[in-house]
């Protein structure tokens, strides 16, 4: 079969097509035909930073029907259409070491291939109303969102929410904001983003490029209350700004490193105004199945910026690191 591998070269790693055995389903695996991927930003950082010693399927997120199931497989069956979870042996609950042991595209082989095997423990069936490539998007950057807004935070009709940047993350949190009836404020570098942005629902918007003390318009724009949540992605360079943004009490979900991971931060406003500075990564596959049946409810669309072909995933990670996408980037298998 067709796959990519992340190969070390030096210090960093570089993504080249090869072939391995199609693989075969052992005792309480399914056999997955994968008909797309999607890419996260963490998928760049393990090609520039953090490459395996050995070549590594790249790539957590990922949709495709189940062609073939080992002996004493009983939660699924072939002809299912699933997609993996990101840590495979995160089944509910609160999260433990051992996930970080399990992670696709990570400590695992990921699913940047023409066939993957996986635990029928790590795997969901999708919503009947999504495409593969919807389906795709959300084992990591919508679990992300929908763990920390919702299922951590408890996300109510009339809060407020900051949503840092475009991307698939603060998409997903855009949209699970206006499901459940708050108040979104979301920012980008770009006015043509913020557009867009605005059409999906947000109800004000800041360039943080021309407003570069953005924190201080949030403070405006919430009656010097601060907002209930933040969807934090930004990490060294952005992480001050918005623990001033948040209200007395209120979540500042750290998600992402997107601008870099060394920081020194004042802990003074955390203890002063009793921030709930919570770390999240990912979900469970219990997190993952109640967010589906939301989706299917609500019927809520994925936003999918492009779709690469399998022979241009190349071109794909090299489109992420321009920044220039709005939502998700997605490879198809077909």
Known sequence: MNVYEVQKVGDAGVLRAAERPEPTPGSGQVLIRVRATSLNYRDLAILDRMAPAAPRIP???????????????????????????FFQNWIAGDTFAEIHDSALGGSLDGILAEYVVLSEEGVVRIPDYLSYEEAATLPCA?????????????????????????????????QFAKLHGARAILTSSSDEKLERGRALGADETINYRTTPDWEKTVWTLTGKHGVDQVVEVGGNGTLERSLRSVRYGGWVHLI?????????????????KSIRLQGIYVGSRATFESMNRALTQAQLKPVIDRVFPFAEAPAAYEYMRSGAHFGKIVVTVD
């Open 142 to 174: 919508a679990v992300t969102a929908w763990r920390a807004m919702v299922e951590l935070a408890h996300l109510q009709a009339g809060d407020t929410v900051l949503l840092l940047g475009t991307g698939g993350v603060s998409l997903f949190g855009l």
């Open 59 to 85: 790539v957590s997120d990922g949709a495709g029907e189940i062609v073939a199931v080992g002996d004493g497989v009983t939660r699924v069956a072939v002809g299912d259409r699933v997609a993996g979870t």
């Open 256 to 272: 992402g490193v997107l601008t870099g991971v060394s920081a020194t931060i004042n802990p003074l406003p955390v203890m002063q």
